[in-house]
């Protein structure tokens, strides 16, 4: 069983910057598929960026690119979210979820961080 809790939300201006983490617990992220998925108030949810387990290649969704950038912090064992030049279209509550393999569903789960971008 993989245990992930997400940290780092906050309330930020337009144009800032933030940091999510998602320490996971059971294994070790390395071994892990894992993304960032974001749900804002009354849409459905969205892939943000996922980071595969056999390559470590990455995708973003195309509203993010360029300005967020994912990554594993192996001695940490997080993945991370840095999120820059931040929108107010950004907000929304942001999840970790991790899977064993490249493909399939989303097995775990964490409980979402707010992230709140003002103008």
């Known amino acids: 069983q993989v245990q992930l809790v997400e940290s780092g939300g906050g309330l930020v201006q337009a144009g800032g910057s933030l940091t999510l983490s998602c320490a996971a617990s059971?294994?070790?992220?390395?071994?892990?598929?894992m993304g960032w998925f974001r749900q804002a108030p009354g849409k459905v949810q969205e892939t943000v960026a996922v980071?595969?387990?056999?390559?470590?290649?990455?995708y973003y969704t195309d509203s993010v690119k360029g300005r967020f950038t994912t990554s594993r912090d192996n001695a940490k064992n997080t993945l991370n979210l840095q999120m820059n030049s931040l929108k107010p279209e950004d907000t929304g509550v942001y999840y970790c979820?991790?899977?064993?393999?490249?493909?399939?569903?989303?097995?775990?789960w964490g409980q979402g961080t707010q992230v709140a971008v003002s103008t």
């Open positions: 979820a991790a899977r064993i393999s490249d493909y399939g569903r989303w097995e775990f």
């Open positions: 059971g294994r070790t992220v390395s071994t892990l598929a």
């Open positions: 980071i595969s387990q056999a390559s470590s290649n990455t």
